[in-house]
């Protein structure tokens, strides 16, 4: 019985790192140039070519709206307005980064 109870426990363990093995990350540069580029990417590596792109104001209005290229960044004009930038994967998958901490 206790060989039992710790093989479930260690069935239980190893599946921790799965449930959060894929994260989504993204990060933004001022180019200094009036654009910015952000670079996007998942905690277990892979790739975020294709992941939908916002580039919205502070009340929800989509300024902009693009796709990860194929080497995982997103480039574009700075707004002139306040903004934030959304990184799209899905509703598990989703990072907002407000513009006011882009720094180059």
Request: glycine share 8%; aromatic share 8%; charged share 20%.
């Amino acid at each position: 019985m206790p060989y039992k109870s710790l093989f479930l426990s260690l069935i239980l363990f190893a599946a921790v790192p799965l449930v959060h093995a894929h994260r989504a990350m993204v990060l933004c540069s001022d180019n200094g140039d009036n654009t910015i580029t952000c670079q996007g990417g998942f905690s277990d590596g892979s790739s975020a070519a294709g992941v939908t792109m916002r580039i919205e104001s502070t009340d929800n209005r989509v300024l902009m709206q693009g796709r990860m290229g194929e080497d995982s960044e997103f480039t574009f004009e700075k707004p002139r307005t306040s903004f934030v930038v959304v990184f799209d994967a899905g509703a598990d998958h989703r990072v907002t980064l407000p513009g006011r901490q882009i720094t180059r």
